[in-house]
């Protein structure tokens, strides 16, 4: 349940088209559902201004396709990530109207359509074999209402290929940078940008990147400033960050 649901919730009761028990029975499940094998942060999306997230793993198919379920119930928007195929298969076999983003490795399911605000983050990425890391923060920021903008390929190897892309960066409210082997295009990019710069370290590179370490270290160490870091493959957590600063700079403060 978000904002909007609850104030048409509460509208209804007051004009006497939902009875205060009818009221009650949808507010029974705040500010959780006990499935038993999970705990269902219904109240997320009123307290925080997103639903909460499924991580696919560690988790069966069954389970899955049962939180995805319970969600969609409440009318929440669904976002799953780091999903199998045999999880998305299962999840797409339950509930036909969600949406496999394979390239993120993500599921969707908006049984509303999600209002989109002003302005755009941008996501940017290295290289090629960051690209997953990189749909992972797009599909969550969209799912979040940000739009988004992808620049992609434009690691530091072949520099003008970023310079070409300079007025999409610089019309961003936020940019997501990932990059792997060194890390080092989010420096690059904070040099060039005023916006805050969301970096994540990506476990792409030979043996010496030590999956992602080596960028992780290096973006915590960047003498560049207005960057943040976030995990190692951490896409979705980079773009919720993306989509709080997106709300933010549209709507005026955090506190709507």
């Known amino acids: 349940m978000d904002q909007r649901q609850l104030t048409d919730l509460l509208q209804r009761v007051a004009s006497g088209g939902t009875s205060v028990e009818a009221a009650a029975a949808q507010l029974s499940n705040l500010p959780f559902e006990d499935l038993g094998f999970a705990k269902i942060d219904h109240h997320r999306a009123l307290r925080k201004g ?13 389970q899955v396709v049962e939180i995805v379920g319970r969600q969609k119930a409440h009318g929440s928007p669904v976002l799953a ?33 999600i209002a989109m605000r002003a302005g755009y983050a941008a996501i940017l990425c290295a290289g090629t074999s960051d690209i997953p890391v990189a ?33 999409i960066l610089m019309g961003a409210d936020a940019l997501v940078v990932c990059a792997g082997m060194e890390g080092a295009l989010p420096s690059v990019v904070a040099g060039m ?24 270290l290096a973006m915590l160490n960047s003498c560049a400033t207005g960057v943040s870091v976030v995990n ?19 709507e005026g403060g955090a506190s709507r």
């Open 50 to 62: 997103y639903p909460e997230a499924i991580f696919t793993e560690g988790k069966t198919p069954e």
């Open 81 to 113: 990530t780091r999903c199998t195929p045999a999880t998305a298969e299962a999840v797409l076999a339950a509930h036909p109207d969600a949406e496999h983003h394979e390239a993120a490795r993500a599921i969707t399911l908006t049984p509303e359509p």
């Open 135 to 167: 749909e992972e923060a797009l599909v969550t920021c969209e799912l979040c209402g940000t739009p988004t903008r992808r620049v992609y390929d434009v690691g530091v190897a072949g520099i003008h290929r970023l310079f070409a892309q300079r007025d």
């Open 193 to 216: 940008a005023r916006q805050p710069i969301i970096a994540v370290p990506t476990s792409v590179g030979y043996g010496a990147s030590l999956n992602g370490v080596a960028a992780l």
């Open 232 to 250: 190692i493959d951490n896409g979705f957590g980079a773009g919720v960050l993306a989509s709080i600063i997106n709300r933010t700079a549209q």
